[in-house]
T-cell receptor, first 113, second 115 residues
């Protein structure tokens, strides 16, 4: 069955710490991969996406993610977090031929000033 | 301004009373979708549509109906709401290319409470 799994439910960091959020997917064919962010009280916004090509993807606000096909992973990274990065982060995968989109359970990130 | 709008934003209703949540996008997107968000479960796809008159089930379609008669609108219908449908609902739209769905643009959400 298709699935997306995020390892960390809640991560607490101090400002300037480095961030890595794990995401693993299980999909039968070629997938498109996404990271979305949801700031408190707001709707989801796209951070970055991977369809094909360079497996290291750069997104907005200094975030990047690396697609490792052999590990079925698409981990999100940021070298130095800020208090304003406090939010919930969702990894998602979609079949590149269909319309079904599956989200992970989300990771809540709290950054202490 | 490019946007996805949902109405109502908040709704409290009683078990069994039919309701419709509207969703509209002004970006001429082919693809539209509905999700529900529940704590600890992330977002789960209810239904999606890849174009007018084309709809398909997501992961949790039971108890919901949709229609896509116009490209810009994708209403979500709960024929007989039950308390387990209390949730935060998001509509989203995106372009659809040969590589599948693109970036999804989300609406502001509809918080539904069924008593």
């Amino acid at each position: 069955a298709q699935s997306v799994s995020q390892h960390n439910h809640h991560v607490i960091l101090s400002e300037a710490a480095s961030l890595e959020l794990g995401c693993n997917y299980s999909y039968g064919g070629t997938v498109n991969l996404f990271w979305y962010v949801q700031y408190p009280g707001q709707h989801l916004q796209l951070l970055l996406k991977y369809f094909s090509g360079d497996p290291l993807v750069k997104g907005i606000k200094g975030f990047e993610a690396e697609f490792i096909k052999s590990k079925f992973s698409f981990n999100l990274r940021k070298p130095s977090v800020q208090w304003s990065d406090t939010a919930e982060y969702f990894c998602a995968a979609a079949d590149n031929q269909g319309g079904k989109l599956i989200f992970g359970q989300g990771t809540e990130l709290s950054v202490k000033p | 301004e490019a946007q996805v709008t949902q109405n109502p934003r908040y709704l409290i209703t009683v078990t069994g009373k039919k309701l419709t949540v509207t969703c509209s996008q002004n970006m001429n997107h082919e693809y539209m979708s509905w999700y529900r968000q529940d704590p600890g479960l992330g977002l789960r796809q209810i239904y999606y549509s890849m174009n007018v008159e084309v709809t398909d089930k997501g992961d949790v379609p039971e108890g919901y109906k949709v229609s896509r008669k116009e490209k810009r609108n994708f209403p979500l219908i709960l024929e007989s709401p039950s308390p387990n449908q209390t949730s935060l609902y998001f509509c989203a739209s995106s372009s659809y290319t040969g590589q599948g769905t693109g970036e999804q643009y989300f609406g502001p959400g509809t918080r539904l409470t069924v008593t």
